[in-house]
């Protein structure tokens, strides 16, 4: 199950909100991202605390609206379910690509982040809602 984890590096104020299916995951992902900048800085300086549901800090969450607005899909969230030619997965970010960033649960890229086209997904939530209110 997707879950949110705030990372940072010991003793400095460097958080962010890794989206994975581990916690040694969403280390790993913030390790490689800071060690681009810092390449001295150790594995084991890395710290990890479970938040719980997929979340968003609040610049991360208006990017992901402000894409999702700009693609036509503005019913979008982070930790919806979509599926895609590669597997099934959950919305987890926007990119520089005004594309959604896609964490992989199942699939050849399972617990990987996939730059996703909004066109190129099957919302899966939004669908499952449109049918129970076409019901009701």
């Not at 997929?54 to 503005?74: M, N, S, V, Y």
Request: hydrophobic content about 35%; glycine content about 8%.
């Amino acid at each position: 199950t997707p879950t949110a984890y705030e990372c940072n590096v010991a003793g400095l104020d460097w958080q962010r909100v890794e989206i994975a299916l581990t916690a040694g995951q969403a280390k790993s992902r913030y390790w490689r991202s800071v060690h681009e900048v810092w390449d001295g800085i150790p594995y084991t300086a890395i710290r990890v605390r479970r938040l719980g549901k997929p979340q968003l800090k609040r610049d991360a969450a208006e990017r992901l609206q402000r894409t999702a607005t700009r693609r036509g899909f503005p019913f979008v969230r982070v930790g919806m379910e979509v599926e895609s030619d590669s597997g099934k997965g959950v919305i987890v970010g926007a990119n520089d690509s005004d594309n959604f960033d896609v964490l992989f649960t199942s699939g050849r890229y399972r617990g990987q982040v996939g730059n996703c086209h909004p066109m190129d997904l099957k919302y899966i939530e939004a669908t499952s809602k449109m049918h129970k209110e076409t019901a009701l």
